[in-house]
C-alpha cells in the first residue's frame, strides 16, 4: 500500500531554513506527481507544492513562491522541500502526499518558527 514518510521538521528560528524529506514506498514513484501539504493548528489541510513526475513543472502558491524549493530523486523514491525565510506562521504540521487533497499523505513532520529562549547574544573579543 501506499507508505510516505516525512522527515527533517523541528523548531527553527523565524528567518532560518529547513529542509523536509520524504519517502514514498508501495506505489510506481516516477508516475505521480507529489505534493507537500500543511495544516497550522486548528486549520484545514492548506497545499503548499507540487511537482511533476519528471521535475519539469513546480508550483507553489503565489504567497510563498519565492521562500519555496520541491525537488525529487526518483532513483530513490524521494521528494524534498525546502523553506527558507520562515516566519511564525509557517508553524503547522507537513505533509508528503500523492495528491493535492491529501488522501494519500504521510503522518507528518512538526514545523515551529519560535525564536525560543535564545538571546540576542553578547559580543566577546579576545586581544592581546
Known amino acids: 500500500q501506499v507508505q510516505l514518510v516525512e522527515s527533517g521538521g523541528g523548531t527553527v528560528q523565524p528567518g532560518g531554513s529547513v529542509r523536509l524529506r520524504c519517502e514514498a514506498s508501495?506505489?510506481?514513484?516516477?508516475?505521480?506527481?507529489m505534493d507537500w501539504l500543511r495544516q497550522a493548528p486548528g486549520k484545514g489541510l492548506e497545499w503548499v507544492s507540487s511537482?511533476?513526475?519528471?521535475?519539469?513543472?513546480?508550483s507553489y502558491p503565489d504567497s510563498m513562491r519565492s521562500r519555496l524549493a520541491i525537488s525529487r530523486a526518483n532513483e530513490k523514491n524521494l521528494v524534498f522541500l525546502e523553506m527558507t525565510d520562515l516566519r511564525p506562521e509557517d508553524k503547522a504540521m507537513y505533509f508528503c502526499?500523492?495528491?493535492?487533497?491529501?488522501?494519500?499523505?504521510?503522518?507528518?513532520?512538526?514545523?515551529?518558527?519560535?525564536?525560543?529562549?535564545w538571546g540576542q547574544g553578547t559580543q566577546v573579543t579576545v586581544s592581546s
Open positions: 508501495g506505489f510506481t514513484f516516477n508516475l505521480y506527481w
Open positions: 511537482i511533476s513526475q519528471g521535475s519539469h513543472t513546480r
Open positions: 502526499s500523492r495528491d493535492r487533497e491529501g488522501l494519500n499523505r504521510g503522518q507528518g513532520t512538526q514545523v515551529t518558527v519560535s525564536a525560543g529562549s
